[in-house]
């Protein structure tokens, strides 16, 4: 028996979400974990104990699970191992569905919701819900534009083929350092624009429509929808905010629900987090406190809304996001104190995302883990 990461993540908002059997290596667990609004209890066994002492490990198993009906799940990077693991504890009488794709399916899939929005506005969420990464699905008629996909873009041909769309334009925030962005390809894909800020992609190895403050999109022959481009340096130099409709800011990784971008991504955090806090204090200051936020990433499935969307409106942020009520001294601190902790591959992804070449394998193995784009507080 297998589930998906879909079924499993939508199973992790029940009262009692499955158990969780992880069994990949420690450092891979320490890593990164199945997450969810229940929080599942978890277990990690390495694979390779089940094949040095198959007894010892069941009985482990057994004893995690005594007295509860539940099942497992069981977890690994691909799914091989888990489906290997689960018939040894089905032969052993224990209820076990291996996770199909492991934790690289875990990261690569996402779940389209709508945000509630004013007729003929539409717009959709799509939360990559395992890396915590969100991109958007904007349309009036049926002229759409997305911002910030990820590198799958068949899924978001496939979503505007079943809501009757036309994809006339893709958006980038800013230059994306923890995912592979799907950008470049849906414009050349569809023969449509792709537009972002000079500052992040001047030299970039592929055509882009440059953006400036205070520009307004049109997409086709039409204006689709009153968009505003706000620049808000600080967790890129080319940071930009989409204000649309005055009632919905998309910040990229300019502001989270639960925090800020983090600065020190191109190695100069006191600089751009001083440009950062300006950004959230000064530049976004006329933006009204009825604003919803729709930021780029989740810290975590707890972000969520009842309807299952990441989104607050911009009064309750500056009244609740700990970033947002710092002073500026004790900003920047924090802005230095993350320097230095990004993931290694961070760099790479960001060549790749300026049109470096990289292997399928290879961007498969770039996207392993949660995003790590917020400013840690340590």
Partial sequence: MMTTPRE?????????????????????FARWKIEGPQMPETLNIPYFAFIEDEEASVAKVKSWIAGRSRDVVVVCAKGDSSEFVAEILKAHGIASRNL???????????IFRPIPTPSPLRIWQANRFGKGCLSYMIARGQDAVIVDPHR????????????????RGVFDTHLHADHVSGAPTIARAEKIPYWGNPTDFTGAAFDFVPVQDGARLRIGEIELMPVEVLHSPGHTPGSTCLLVNRGY???????????VGRPDLGGHALEWGRDLYKTIHDRLRGVGDDVQVLPAHSSGPLEQR??????AR????????????LDEESFLREAESAAGHAPVQ????RRVNLGDPASADELIELELGKNECAMSRR
């Fill in 306 to 311: 009842p309807d299952g969307t990441v989104a």
């Fill in 152 to 167: 799958q873009i068949d899924d978001y041909r496939d979503f505007a083929s079943r809501q009757g769309l036309v994809v």
């Fill in 249 to 259: 800011l998309l910040t990229g990784d300019t502001l989270f629900v639960s925090g």
């Fill in 346 to 349: 961070y760099a790479r992804i």
């Fill in 314 to 325: 911009l009064g309750d942020l500056r009244a609740k996001n700990p970033s947002m009520r």
């Fill in 100 to 110: 199909s794709g492991g934790m690289v399916q875990w990261g690569r899939d996402e």
């Fill in 8 to 28: 499993l993540f939508e199973r992790l908002h029940a009262p009692d979400p499955p158990l969780i059997l992880d069994v990949r290596n420690k450092e891979e």
